[in-house]
């Protein structure tokens, strides 16, 4: 599997906080099934100010290391990217990195207002030439009345991530509804960890893996951790990639899934 978002570069961001604590971290994924892993600290001017440069010289101290202690995980270059002025620029520049030099980067909203001019700004994202792939729409407070929101976002090209632990609960009954009904209804393109230590946000996959298998099928659920991320790391674009769980012939099942869960407070 693949996971392309996880704050594991030590002393960067709110993730890892020492090598060790990294590469445990590492380890943990490797013995979960990832064998590739996008270190995607924040980038957020004025509280962390990392740039495209700085995070692949961390990132190729990490993998040294990873590959002196002999833990056999690939590691690439990304960002966790907040919608600021100047954000294209920033692409182009090199300053703030996609996802290992691809078109595809990780955009995360504000988690308790709806940015201004969302809409437009993907739009604007997407005329440049990337992907922009939102980040746990499932654990934005704001998701509720905005829902729709985000199927338009989709309509226009970007790519939406669920958080695996949102899945089994780890954020809460509202955040495990709404990552359901994100994969539930076929509006999620990939699965990651967003991990940020060994502990409550551990880099596992499989256990979220295992609720999408239920929702929408052993094909639809493989895109989620190793079609879809392959091709991001490979620059593919993202025609081909669309989200197909309505073609597999699991509706009823689904609804049946989600009629269980008791909606948000």
Not at 200 to 226: C, D, H
Request: with cysteine.
């Amino acid at each position: 599997m693949i996971d392309l978002h996880c704050h594991i570069l030590p002393g960067i961001d709110d993730g890892a906080k020492t090598l060790d604590d990294a590469l445990a971290m590492a380890r943990i994924a490797v013995d979960d099934g990832i064998h590739t892993l996008a270190c995607t600290p924040h980038i957020y001017p004025g509280m962390y100010m990392n740039d495209g440069p700085g995070i692949a010289q961390a990132r190729d101290r990490l993998q040294a290391e990873l590959d002196r202690h002999g833990i056999a995980l690939q590691l690439v270059v990304g960002a966790d990217v907040h919608l600021v002025p100047g954000l294209v620029a920033g692409l182009q520049s090199g300053r703030v990195p996609t996802l290992n030099g691809s078109r595809y980067f990780l955009l995360e909203p504000s988690h308790t207002t709806p940015p201004p001019r969302l809409e437009a700004s993907v739009f604007h994202l997407i005329a440049a030439g990337y992907t922009p792939i939102i980040t746990h729409p499932e654990r934005l407070t704001w998701v509720e009345d905005h829902y729709p929101v985000f199927l338009r976002l989709i309509a226009q090209g970007a790519w939406m991530q669920v958080t695996a632990a949102a899945l089994t609960g780890v954020f809460g009954k509202r955040a495990r509804y709404w990552g359901e009904r994100f994969i539930g209804d076929g509006h999620t393109h990939l699965l990651a960890t967003d991990a940020h230590s060994t502990g409550r946000r551990l880099p596992r996959l499989t256990e979220g893996l295992e609720v999408a298998r239920r929702l929408v099928g052993e094909g639809e659920a493989s895109r989620l951790v190793v079609e879809r991320p392959t091709a991001v790391l490979h620059n593919l674009p993202p025609q081909g990639f669309e989200l197909t769980h309505k073609e597999v012939g699991r509706p009823s099942m689904i609804s049946r899934w989600l009629s269980k869960r008791r909606s948000p407070p």
